[in-house]
């Protein structure tokens, strides 16, 4: 009997986090309790992207879309919708502004001006079955490669699609392919970096939990491109069911001949290993990286010599992101003008956004390049939660910088963010709005850099100290406007004298939020105040009269006994002593209390 | 072991079934089978068994089968509702496994309305 139905049950990390695996087990006994295991499927793939709303279960071919699977809405799923065609109404999507109901998943915004390239696979096939990905026409793109086309011809395909690494310098990964192939040596290697350090990013686990297959054919056609026989994978230990996922496909790979030797009976023969970093941001950098494989401590080295040159065992090296590669078979199978007729003109394809913080709509995209950041934030993001008013968005991680409301019409590609001050970067994009204090944001970056800068030269380790000490300083209500000088100058001076990347853009936070929000650094220097009163050393209490019914809370809950007041009049706080606690004004069921 | 192209287009091909019931495009023709208690009652389930079958046998990778609830025809269960993307929908009205299969050869496949099972369209 054919299966007419089938059941996607999400088994990214999000959604297994929320119990889909026990969702996935309540659909599997129901449905055979009901006798349907013959005709409908119920199987588990990669993440939809829509990890907030998970567990994510979708309906096939009725394209049904579930949100916030539990136990109880499974068996109701089964029940209603499998066997009696009725749609469980409380378990679909609702726009949040409208809560208009959304049952079919292309209706849905968050999906609607989506192209998935990268993700093509993800939520559609099951991740540990090679046959579904061959199915998907998987491992197409090798067998063209190795028996239609010679590695030149690769490369040349790769430089016209003008794809550009997603790893976040966004150098053109065919002019790469090309300088390794030229580099003299019978040994070469290819390495994915799956290091994916950037605070909020998940993108690379979401490929390589939800379509593992699409890297490892991305690696070995630049292992024919380049000349090498054999690629690592670095991924951090975090990633536990990426690392499974991986594991499964390459022995699946392995067993059926697509790694190993002469592989489509040509002389060309690759092999992959996986390798496990510890989970140092610095390590993601490429030298760090690899000096972390063979052995010795994460630490950049001086380029050049880049890795194509000399990379890993001093021998030839081809270094690329997990997107990147998971967009090198479309190209060879679709062509490099197909590729080159989406996005900007510098930028080409689809860029995958990890968008988080105040939208509504929280998960991962994969837009066109040159999508708007207000397409990303209003339309597929939904707006800012609880209708609040947007501030900033943060793109490129540590490396990248604030973006104020001004500039929310710039399409985003490589060179637009880079103009503005900030970074693509691995495609984090976290959304701020008026309750975030622009100063404290960078000082958030600038800790974590100083966490994570390795120490090796003293630009990095000495200098982000200071500029951290320094907003700190400012922070606490003990700036200066000399201060603010010595932060612009440092910073530059970090920027320009840093060995590697790490220390080379751990200043774009400070730098851009003081070009896009100077008034909120004077704001805290001048006035000593936190505009958005979230630096608590800044903030004055007061009691507005009008509302206080002196209900006495707030006195007595202060623990330096600062409020006065009789009951039943309005009380008044002595500002002198107050320690800014603030249990008075989460006391206060009046809102009486304010805070500036 | 794959060790050419050709073999891999023949995992491809057997295994491509699989993904039919995933692509969820508009513009296919879409088959839709009433399958609430009263239809499931009067058979429905070997209806539209029978009618996925048949579009599977003949390779058609335009149409998706989809159940639906029930359609207000009590009285003429199993029903099956036909719509071509862009055209207003035929529905049949008392069809059993064999008459399904003949819905997918005659009418999705050859484009042939079935007059004399017809109960709306
Ligand atoms: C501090 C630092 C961290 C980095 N982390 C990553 C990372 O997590 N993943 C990644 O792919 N590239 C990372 N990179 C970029 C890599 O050095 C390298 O450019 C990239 O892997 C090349 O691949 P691509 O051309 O496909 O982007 C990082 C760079 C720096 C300076
Ligand atoms: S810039 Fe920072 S992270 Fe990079 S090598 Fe220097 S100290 Fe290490
Ligand atoms: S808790 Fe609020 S209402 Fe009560 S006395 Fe304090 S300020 Fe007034
Ligand atoms: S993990 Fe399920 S949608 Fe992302």
């Keep these: ?596 | 072991m794959i060790k050419s192209l050709e073999e891999l287009k023949q995992i491809r091909d057997k295994y491509k079934d699989v993904l039919q019931n995933r692509e969820a495009e508009e513009n296919k023709i879409r088959i839709l089978v009433g399958m609430a208690t009263c239809g499931i009652a009067a058979g429905a389930r070997d209806t539209i068994n029978a009618i996925v079958e048949e579009v599977r046998n003949q390779n058609l990778d335009n149409a998706i089968v989809v159940q639906t609830g029930c359609m207000g025809f009590c009285y003429a269960e199993p029903t099956v509702e036909v719509r071509f993307p862009g055209q207003s929908p035929i529905l049949y009205g008392k069809i059993d496994a064999e008459k399904g299969r003949e819905i997918v050869r005659r009418h999705v496949k050859g484009g042939e309305v079935i007059r004399e099972w017809v109960l709306r369209g």
């Design chain 1, 1 to 596: 009997m054919a299966v007419r139905m089938e059941l996607l049950v999400c088994g990214g990390t999000g959604c297994q986090a929320s119990n889909s695996n026990r969702v996935l087990e309540v659909l599997r006994e129901g449905i055979k309790g009901a006798n349907l295991q013959d005709e409908v499927n119920v199987l588990m793939t990669g993440c939809f992207g829509f990890c907030e709303k998970g567990p994510i279960v979708k309906v096939m071919p009725d394209n049904i879309f579930y949100v916030e699977v539990d136990e109880d809405a499974a068996r109701k799923i089964v029940a209603e919708h499998v066997v009696k065609g009725r749609i469980v109404d409380e378990k679909i999507y609702r726009e949040p502004e409208t809560e208009e109901k959304l049952p079919e998943q292309s209706s849905i915004p968050f999906y609607r001006k989506q192209i998935r390239i990268a993700l093509r696979n993800c939520g559609k096939i099951d991740p540990e079955n090679i046959n579904e990905y061959i199915a998907a026409d998987g491992y197409m793109a090798l067998a063209k490669a190795l028996t239609e086309m010679t590695p030149e011809e690769v490369i040349d395909v790769v430089k016209r699609s003008g794809l550009r690494g997603r790893g976040g310098g966004g150098f053109p990964t065919g002019i790469k392919w090309e300088a390794t192939r030229k580099s003299n040596s019978d040994i070469k290697y290819v390495i994915c970096n799956a290091d994916e350090g950037d605070p909020g990013a998940f993108m690379d686990r979401s490929i390589l939990e939800g379509d593992p297959h699409s890297v490892l054919e991305g690696m070995a056609i630049a292992g024919y491109a380049i000349g090498a026989q054999f690629g690592y994978i670095y991924v951090r230990a975090e990633y536990p069911l990426a690392i499974h996922r991986l594991r499964v496909a390459i022995k699946q790979a392995r067993e059926l001949g697509l790694l190993g030797n002469n592989i489509f009976g040509t002389n060309f023969s690759f092999d992959v290993e996986i390798k496990i970093g510890a989970g140092a941001f610095i390590c993601g950098e490429e030298t760090a990286l690899i000096n972390s494989i063979e052995g010795g401590r994460g630490e950049p080295t001086v380029k050049p010599p880049y890795p194509a040159q000399v990379g890993l065992w001093k021998k030839p090296t081809n270094i690329n992101n997990v997107e990147t590669f998971a967009n090198v078979c479309p190209i060879i199978l679709n062509g490099a003008d197909w590729f080159a007729a989406i996005g900007t003109q510098k930028s080409k394809g689809t860029k995958v956004f990890a968008l988080a913080g105040k939208v509504n709509n929280v998960g991962l995209v994969e837009v066109p390049m040159g999508t708007t950041l207000r397409e990303i934030i209003f339309d597929l993001g939904g707006g800012i939660k609880g209708g609040k008013k947007f501030k900033a968005v943060q793109t490129g991680g540590p490396s990248g910088g604030c973006i104020p409301s001004e500039h929310l019409d710039t399409p985003i590609d490589y060179d637009n963010l880079t103009a503005l001050g900030s970074m693509m970067g691995s495609g984090g994009m976290i959304v701020m709005d008026e309750d975030d204090c622009m100063v404290n944001i960078a000082k958030f970056y600038l800790e974590f850099s100083c966490d994570e800068s390795c120490g090796r030269c003293t630009a990095c380790r000495v200098g982000n100290k200071r500029l951290l000490e320094i907003l700190t300083k400012i922070t606490e209500g003990n700036g200066e406007m000399e201060d603010l000088e010595r932060l612009r100058e440092l910073a530059e001076t970090i920027k320009d004298s840093a060995l590697c990347g790490l220390g080379q853009t751990s200043p774009n936070p400070v730098l851009s939020t003081m070009k896009f929000f100077y008034d909120e650094y004077l704001a805290h220097v001048k006035d000593k105040s936190c505009p958005s009163g979230v630096c608590t050393n800044l903030l004055k209490y007061y009691i507005i009269p009008e509302k206080c019914v002196g209900c006495t809370a707030c006195a007595r809950v202060c623990p330096v006994n600062v409020i006065h007041g009789e009951a039943k009049k309005v009380h008044v706080i002595d500002r002198e002593g107050c320690i800014k606690c603030g249990e008075c004004y989460r006391t206060c069921r009046f809102n009486a209390i304010t805070r500036k």
